[in-house]
């Protein structure tokens, strides 16, 4: 083969043609390489940039999203507790009306008693009169203090504004700076005040807003720590970094710990002169990269080497991004790159020169063309063919390759029509699936914000009682279980709830427990359990209309009473479904509650529940649970925890103390469920009660 002429001055013109193509990769692909690699480096310093820009931007709206959200419920909150003061002082206001109170005594009660309506973390309800004389307040130094010239440390008047809204809105919310109750740094303070004209006094409440913005630090700490651990693992060419800092010029994150944290604004380019800080945010304007003569990482304090950065703008956070690269690492990976493509291209022409003269007569011509038509059908164009005719093997493989092509193409016609349609119903049930979601749980974590509200937590438990805990544990997001408890005179009442369902029907039900009890307690008192456990179940029947024969509501709850007269040395207990659990010192008892249930179709209205009395001469402990604590199933044995197991375990804990009572229980209830599923809320209150001395 290799005497013939043809074929010699064939492998000549295919030696020719390799040493072309090496030139034309020499002078013009190593080049173009370089300005692509040169480009490619670049573009991945501004991707990494706007990377960590949209980070940032998220973050800082979710802050943002974040401080409105919680605004909005401690407005809410405001305005609950409020009407909690306002129907206390309409129901002495409806007793003068009634002829069962003098005036004079109504509103001196009134005034008493508000004054120690006291929640959260010593928040408090005050009432001025018009004058802006505080009327009603916890602080004996503020209580009946003229505040008509006082101000807060910025000079806006305190109470006089408060009273101008009431009288002008009937209700509204104000702020001003003023000291938490027991402390004496000044604090920003949100106010609702609402009007009550009958006896011209403006009352409400307030809330301190440093909760919220110390949140809001942690979440930017939150951020900058992320940032600090992302930014230290980006490298852009070998040494080059990503830095932030602010518009005071404070270094926010930077790799060198010397710098990070201090203020560079005094730093200055050696070449210009001019203030790096200052170029840098005048960039971030133009948006186009500063090139400036800066140290090196292994070079520190030598100013000599060239670099660029690309600087992004934060307005939220007041924040500049910066990704910084050295010019000359640009060029060192377009030349480690140039170095392997001439290798590559230096290899590859010697193997097509040896295999092409080797085929060259009889499979070069129709392979390189059948080669070409399949490269340009995998690119997508189906409407080329290769045309070949030939009687053997190649000519065969041909056809039944332009053949293979053309069903290809009927059938990528027909999928690409069902995929656009498949895709065009599928984007609009998500959109719609994403935003009925979204809609959702936004309401849940809204409800969830007020039940807590509502809910009585230890902390606000603990002033009533001498030692005390509660485990409350909700399935889901909202509870169907709850605790109530009320201060009074002479002790002190506290109730566990158990309503029907959990989740969000649990969380309603809540609602309607808690509105119900707060109603027939003061229209009743809460000296007899019994009668007030009857008048609930009788109301939540009213408010879910399931005393009517045509009701389909199968809701309502079960409920542990107790109330501890001091005065007498006695707790009164009542329960529907609920149990109390007594230590005396001895042995561990069960008393147990009526089996009435509250609110259903099926309860009756004129069931008057038990009222038990029981002496506490000495030390006791008292426990009430829900049925979420005794009923979990546990992981080992499929069984419910039961009854049994509950009051082994009290009895084995009741000489700790009510904290590590609480850990116990916790651990013991986590222990037993294993990997089980939770089945419904759990909810424990214990209390500890010593004889008065």
Not at 101 to 125: Q, T
Not at 337 to 359: N, P
Not at 369 to 376: G, H, K, Q
Not at 403 to 427: C, F, G, N, P
Request: proline share 3%; net charge negative.
């Amino acid at each position: 083969m290799f005497r013939s002429r043809l074929i010699m001055k064939a492998i000549a013109l295919l030696i020719g043609i390799v040493v072309l193509c090496t030139c034309v990769i020499g002078l013009f692909v190593i080049s173009a390489t370089q300005e692509i690699t040169y480009a490619m480096e670049e573009k991945y310093a501004l991707s990494l940039l706007d990377r960590v820009e949209g980070l940032v931007r998220a973050k800082s709206q979710e802050i943002q999203s974040y401080r409105k959200q919680a605004m909005q419920a401690k407005k809410q909150e405001l305005k609950d507790i409020t009407a909690v003061a306002e129907g206390y002082i309409q129901s002495k206001y409806k007793e003068v009306q009634a002829g069962s109170l003098a005036e004079d005594r109504a509103k001196e009660e009134a005034l008493e008693r508000v004054r120690y309506f006291l929640y959260g973390d010593k928040d408090y309800i005050y009432i001025a009169n018009f004058d802006s004389v505080l009327i009603s307040h916890p602080d004996p130094k503020l209580h009946k203090a003229d505040f008509s010239q006082i101000n807060d440390i910025y000079g806006n008047p305190i109470v006089p504004a408060l009273v101008e809204t009431a009288r002008e809105m009937g209700q509204g919310f104000s702020s001003y700076w003023w000291n938490r109750l027991g402390r004496d740094k000044p604090s920003k303070k949100l106010t609702f005040s609402k009007l009550f004209v009958p006896w011209s006094w403006v009352f409400g409440t307030g809330v301190y807003l440093d909760d919220i913005e110390e949140e809001v630090r942690r979440k930017k700490t939150e951020l900058i720590d992320q940032l600090r651990t992302m930014l230290s693992e980006i490298t852009l060419g070998q040494t080059g970094y990503m830095f932030i800092f602010n518009a005071d010029n404070k270094m926010i994150i930077h790799p060198d710990q010397g710098l990070e944290g201090s203020n560079f604004g005094h730093l200055k380019d050696p070449l210009t002169g001019e203030f790096i800080a200052g170029r840098l945010r005048a960039v971030a304007e133009q948006k186009e990269p500063l090139r400036y003569v800066w140290d090196s990482p292994d070079d520190q304090g030598n100013f000599a080497y060239d670099k660029l950065s690309w600087v992004r703008y934060n307005d939220q956070f007041d924040w500049y991004l910066c990704s910084s690269v050295y010019t000359d690492e640009l060029h060192t990976n377009s030349m480690y790159l140039t170095k392997y493509i001439l290798l590559i291209s230096l290899l590859v022409c010697c193997a097509a020169a040896v295999i092409g003269s080797l085929f060259f007569k009889n499979l070069l011509r129709p392979l390189t063309s059948l080669t070409s038509v399949a490269l340009r059908v995998r690119k997508g164009d189906l409407e080329t063919r290769s045309q070949i005719q030939r009687k053997d093997e190649i000519g065969i493989l041909s056809r039944e390759f332009d053949a293979m092509v053309d069903r290809l193409q009927e059938h990528l016609s027909e999928l690409d029509t069902k995929v656009r349609e498949k895709t065009k119903e599928l984007e609009d049930k998500y959109l719609k699936l994403e935003e009925a979601n979204t809609k959702i749980m936004e309401s849940i974590h809204y409800a969830k914000t007020i039940q807590q509200a509502i809910l009585t937590r230890e902390d606000q438990l603990a002033p009533l009682v001498p030692e005390c805990f509660t485990i409350w544990q909700p399935k889901d997001v909202i509870s169907g279980d709850l605790i109530w408890s009320m201060d009074h005179e002479d002790g002190f009442a506290v109730a566990v709830i158990d309503c029907t369902g959990h989740g969000v029907p649990g969380g309603v039900m809540t609602m309607i427990a808690i509105s119900s009890i707060n109603r027939i307690v003061h229209e009743l008192g809460i000296h007899d359990p019994g009668r007030v456990l009857q008048g609930v179940s009788r109301v939540v029947q009213s408010m879910l209309k399931t005393n009517g024969t045509t009701s389909f509501s199968e809701d309502g709850l079960d409920i542990g009473l107790c109330f501890f007269r001091q005065s007498e040395k006695k707790l009164y207990f009542a329960g529907g479904r609920l149990s109390l659990f007594c230590d005396d010192g001895e042995t561990m008892f069960e008393i147990k509650g009526d089996r009435e249930s509250l609110g259903y179709q099926s309860s009756n209205p004129d069931h008057l529940f038990t009222t038990h009395s029981i002496d506490v001469d000495r030390k006791r402990v008292f426990y009430m649970v829900t049925d979420g604590f005794v009923d979990q199933v546990g992981e080992l044995n499929g069984f419910p925890l039961g009854r049994r197991r509950f009051l082994s375990l009290l009895e084995a804990v009741q000489t700790k103390s009510m904290s590590e009572q609480k850990q116990t229980l916790y651990e013991m209830f986590a222990n037993y469920r294993g990997k089980e599923e939770q089945r419904d809320d759990v909810t424990v209150v214990g209390i500890r009660l010593y004889p008065s001395v």
